[in-house]
């Protein structure tokens, strides 16, 4: 007989006393804190040149560009993420009760790893539609 190892469901707010504690970041999921893996030197590479190119062509323009340290709500998933990239609209609108947590994105950009692509491009993509302001998702494959 195989043992079952039982996960721990969370709160959002569990969640999110755990993570403006913490030293690394973690996405929730479904009740789920998920740690995020570092990213690999090519990975943040591509992120870094996304960035300054939208930074160029953006320059001006009522638009922020945030990076993977900025948090991302998704209310309908009940999803906390960070996005490699976003475009967001200003002004720039935030979870209620939280100076932390964005909730407006145009454009969200992932560069794909080995072992995110199949959930980026399906339940990540899933849980970035649902989001009212989100119009764009951009999927860069670092292998290719």
């Known amino acids: 007989m195989i043992a079952q190892v039982e996960t721990k469901t969370y709160t959002a707010e569990e969640y999110l006393e755990f993570e403006v504690n913490s030293q690394e970041r973690h ?3 479904n009740g789920e804190i998920v740690l995020m893996s570092g ?3 090519n990975h943040n590479e591509i992120t870094s040149i996304l960035n300054a190119i939208l ?3 953006l320059k001006g323009k009522p638009y922020s560009i945030f990076g993977s340290d900025q948090r991302l709500w998704v209310p309908q998933f009940k999803n906390y993420t960070y996005p490699d990239v976003m475009v967001v609209a200003k002004p720039i609108e935030l979870q209620p009760g939280r100076t932390d947590t964005i909730t407006n994105p145009l454009l969200i950009a992932e560069v794909l790893s080995k ?6 491009r399906d339940e990540k993509f899933a849980a970035y539609r649902s989001i009212p302001s ?3 998702y951009l999927l860069i494959d670092q292998y290719r």
């Open 134 to 136: 989100f119009q764009e």
């Open 39 to 41: 990213g690999t030197p």
């Open 55 to 57: 930074r160029v062509s």
């Open 27 to 29: 996405e929730f999921i």
């Open 115 to 120: 072992s995110t692509k199949a959930y980026d």
